[in-house]
């Protein structure tokens, strides 16, 4: 049977709320765009405009906890509210910043990390794109290879990431990298990058279609802080898994 077919009295007024947002703010034409939008990759520009829409109720980042900035749904309500989306043909948000990063923050970021980086992306001012598969290694994360080497309270990072899907559109990057040489999982950290910091560049990746949706990203001696860094030296790889579990729906804030 359906989830949905057992809804409770206050769940089942939830959906009807959803399908009377959607029915007022949901722009015929963008959903028809949408539609007819070859790539499954969600389109940044439509995908953002209707983050717009969603902004005023917080549902552009329904499961993140108000205290946060989000609306503190529960898991049921956000299960809701994309299927509704999803029947009604709403654009899909592009996920890096407020699917993945934004919950990984709330997790492992300090106070100060979070204040830096959470009203930007909630407001729509940062947008956010993943740097974890390399040349050579894919989507093998264990074999990971770009570096950060540690002077002081600085890293300077070189290597690059491939397949990274809207760099080109994005202000920042989060990368999975080694801060040691060796093969451990140990050796791997977890950092936050501006795109505009000196030696980032990126060149797009064009598929037979002559869409560009994924890029190769190269760092030559790019420098950031130690507050750049998510989490602890080592911690990358504990940290990548919490984020891919997000990307594969198997999380929710308890």
């Given at each position: 049977m359906h989830c949905l077919a057992t809804l409770s009295d206050e769940e089942h007024a939830f959906r009807l709320d959803v399908r009377a947002f959607l029915a007022r703010e949901l722009d015929p034409a963008l959903a028809a765009a949408d539609d007819r939008q070859r790539s499954f990759v969600a389109h940044h520009e439509r995908g953002n405009r209707w983050i717009d829409r969603l902004r005023p109720r917080r549902w552009h980042a329904g499961l993140w906890p108000r205290e946060h900035g989000g609306a503190g749904l529960t898991p049921m309500q956000n299960y809701i509210l994309q299927y509704e989306q999803g029947l009604a043909g709403a654009p899909a948000p592009p996920p890096m910043g407020l699917a993945y990063v934004g919950p990984t923050?709330?997790?492992?970021?300090?106070?100060?990390?979070?204040?830096?980086?959470?009203?930007?992306l909630l407001d729509g001012q940062d947008h956010w794109c993943q740097g974890f598969s390399e040349p050579g290694a894919g989507s093998d994360l264990a074999r990971v290879a770009t570096f950060a080497a540690r002077h002081g309270a600085r890293y300077v990072i070189n290597g690059s990431k491939i397949w990274t899907t809207d760099a080109h559109h994005a202000n920042r990057?989060?990368?999975?990298?080694?801060?040691?040489?060796?093969?451990?999982?140990?050796?791997?950290?977890?950092?936050?990058?501006?795109?505009?910091?000196?030696?980032?560049?990126?060149?797009?990746?064009?598929?037979?279609?002559?869409?560009?949706?994924?890029?190769?990203?190269?760092?030559?001696?790019?420098?950031?802080?130690?507050?750049?860094?998510?989490?602890?030296?080592?911690?990358?790889?504990?940290?990548?898994?919490?984020?891919?579990?997000?990307?594969?729906?198997s999380f929710v804030f308890s």
């Open positions: 923050l709330i997790r492992y970021g300090t106070a100060a990390q979070k204040s830096r980086f959470l009203p930007p990057i989060f990368l999975l990298l080694r801060t040691r040489r060796d093969d451990s999982r140990e050796a791997m950290s977890f950092f936050l990058v501006d795109m505009k910091t000196r030696g980032v560049s990126v060149r797009p990746i064009r598929m037979l279609t002559g869409d560009h949706e994924f890029n190769q990203v190269f760092f030559d001696d790019v420098e950031v802080s130690e507050e750049d860094r998510l989490g602890e030296e080592g911690q990358g790889w504990a940290i990548a898994r919490f984020l891919l579990e997000i990307e594969r729906g």
